[in-house]
């Protein structure tokens, strides 16, 4: 069993950045890849980042890829999403999730399916 807890959501205005952090507890000493996904209101869950257990796999989907930064530290069982240039377009509940530990799911996937754990959410709301 994994645990996910987010942090570091918040109000911004438009141009401005925000690093979301993810902390998980439980199986850590496991291998999984972990993702980012967010949810605004009326629209489906949509895919944000993915980075693999190592780190060397990452995912980004057009929409975000050059703006937002996926990473994580496993010796402090935590994963981040450094977001720049923000837009009112990335205002959503944003969902830490991982890969359940198992083999194969080391790797990075924008698959929301491939995903077993997810956290509460954090709120990131981008207006002027």
């Known amino acids: 069993q994994v645990q996910l807890v987010e942090s570091g959501g918040g109000l911004v205005q438009p141009g401005d950045s925000l690093r979301l952090s993810c902390i998980s507890s439980g199986r850590t000493d496991e291998s999984y890849g972990m993702g980012w996904f967010r949810q605004a209101p009326g629209k489906e869950r949509e895919f944000v980042a993915a980075?693999?257990?190592?780190?060397?796999?990452?995912l980004y989907p057009d929409s975000v890829k050059g703006r937002f930064t996926i990473s994580r530290d496993n010796a402090k069982n935590t994963m981040f999403l450094q977001m720049n240039s923000l837009t009112p377009h990335d205002t959503a509940v944003y969902y830490c999730a991982a890969r359940s530990p198992a083999p194969g799911n080391y790797r990075a996937s924008a698959d929301a399916y491939d995903y077993e754990y997810w956290g509460q959410g954090t709120q990131v709301t981008v207006s002027s």
């Open positions: 980075i693999s257990w190592l780190g060397s796999e990452q």
